[in-house]
Nanobody, 120 residues
Framework: QVQLVESGGGLVQAGGSLRLSCVAS????????AGWYRQSPGKERELVAR???????NYADSVTGRFTISRDNAKNTVYLQMNSLKPEDTGVYFC??????????????WGQGTQVTVSS
């Protein structure tokens, strides 16, 4: 089993910044790819940013240049630095990690989500 704990969400004015964190714990041999997704009211969950184990990143067009995803493999933690926030960034942000366990099985795990609200 793997547990993901997200933090850092909240209410911020447009133009402001937030930093989300996702800490993974449990039966973790290695974390492979990891990413942040968001679900806005009335919309499907969408990819915001993703990072490979080696550090390669990709971003949704809507956040490129404003958001930065990073990871600390020693701490089993993934971050999302969000700058120049816009009201349309509002939503529940979910962490997703691909974990290889000590038994060498690989599964995808989701966090519980953290609310980000950007006021205009």
């Amino acid at each position: 089993q793997v547990q993901l704990v997200e933090s850092g969400g909240g209410l911020v004015q447009a133009g402001g910044s937030l930093r989300l964190s996702c800490v993974a714990s449990g039966s973790i041999f290695s974390i492979n790819a990891a990413g942040w997704y968001r679900q806005s009211p009335g919309k499907e969950r969408e990819l915001v940013a993703r990072i490979s184990r080696g550090g390669s990143t990709n971003y949704a067009d809507s956040v490129t240049g404003r958001f930065t995803i990073s990871r600390d493999n020693a701490k089993n933690t993934v971050y999302l630095q969000m700058n120049s926030l816009k009201p349309e960034d509002t939503g529940v942000y979910f962490c997703n990690v691909e974990v290889t366990s000590y038994s060498r099985l690989t599964y995808s795990w989701w966090g519980q989500g953290t609310q980000v609200t950007v006021s205009s």
